[in-house]
């Protein structure tokens, strides 16, 4: 029932932008913790970014702080991923997944995962 879409992905220059999106479907975001991963081919799926229910409730990893941003708007039901000095490193696919406040669990929800391929 709950569904999450990831879109925005693309191929772009070193240097260059790209803003994701996620929009959940099934339930409401507004007490949930949103987080994106991302994966590389041959390698594990790693943490990028998270934001509780909270405001300025924010975690990044050591290697996008300061190049990515992560915002949420509730009122649509969708959590952003803007992504700013790019880095052929930074080539993945990335997945945006939910964490619900009442489960005794982590990350409950997963989208499909969106491409990004940054060129050198």
């Known amino acids: 029932q709950v569904q999450l879409v990831e879109s925005g992905g693309g191929l772009v220059q070193a240097g260059g932008s790209l803003r994701l999106s996620c929009v959940v479907s099934?339930?409401?975001?507004?007490?949930?913790?949103m987080g994106w991963f991302r994966q590389a081919p041959g390698k594990e799926r790693e943490f990028v970014a998270s934001?509780?229910?909270?405001?300025?409730?924010?975690y990044y990893a050591n290697s996008v702080k300061g190049r990515f941003t992560i915002s949420r708007d509730n009122a649509k039901n969708t959590v952003y991923l803007q992504m700013n000095s790019l880095k052929p490193e930074d080539t993945a696919v990335y997945y945006c997944a939910v964490d619900t406040p009442n489960v005794g669990s982590t990350w409950d929800y997963w989208g499909q995962g969106t491409q990004v391929t940054v060129s050198s």
């Open positions: 099934g339930r409401t975001i507004s007490s949930d913790r």
């Open positions: 934001i509780g229910w909270i405001i300025g409730n924010i």
